[in-house]
């Protein structure tokens, strides 16, 4: 996992994700003209979100990769992030931001895969071209 020294501390998300008996929040994001972005932040806690409508961008560290609906998309925790739409464009979500101890991750973390999984976005979807049901996977 990444070293916390390491990021801006100007662009860590001062929102608290849940409270401390339940460490998950929910999220409905709307991207259209008026409010093109989610700003570049990151945050101690994973997030999960599910496309819902529209296309966006995401922004994850260096990496940047195209969402469409129905894909899920995965931001380990300390990676820096942003979404964009394009102009006259819209995007909607459902977003879960947890802390990795929420599912029991704290002992298994150290494990290789899960540290891997932790370290990596990726975005999936039920749907893939000329393959119905086929999944798509986005690194």
Same mark, same amino acid.
């Given at each position: ?10 662009q ?31 945050? =101690?806690?994973?997030? !999960?979100? &599910?496309?819902t409508? @529209? ?5 994850? +560290?260096?990496?940047?990769?195209? $969402? ?13 992030h ?11 979500? =459902?977003?879960?931001? !947890?802390? &990795?101890?929420?599912? @029991? ?5 150290? +494990?290789?895969?899960?540290?891997? $999984? ?22």
């Amino acid at each position: 996992m990444k070293d916390k020294k390491q990021l801006p501390l100007e662009q860590k998300e001062k929102a608290v994700h849940g409270e401390r008996i339940f460490p998950l929040k929910k999220y409905l994001t709307t991207l259209q003209e008026r409010y093109p972005i989610v700003t570049p932040h990151w945050h =101690e806690e994973a997030e !999960f979100t &599910l496309i819902t409508s @529209g296309v966006c961008t995401y922004q994850v +560290d260096l990496e940047s990769f195209q $969402a469409m609906p129905g894909d899920f998309v995965f931001i380990p925790p300390l990676a820096l992030h942003s979404i964009a739409i394009l102009p006259a464009g819209h995007m909607h979500s =459902e977003t879960y931001v !947890f802390h &990795l101890d929420f599912l @029991g991750a704290s002992s298994a973390i150290s +494990d290789a895969p899960c540290q891997a $999984a932790a370290d990596s976005p990726f975005s999936y979807s039920k749907r893939a071209p000329g393959l119905p049901g086929c999944p798509r996977i986005v690194l």
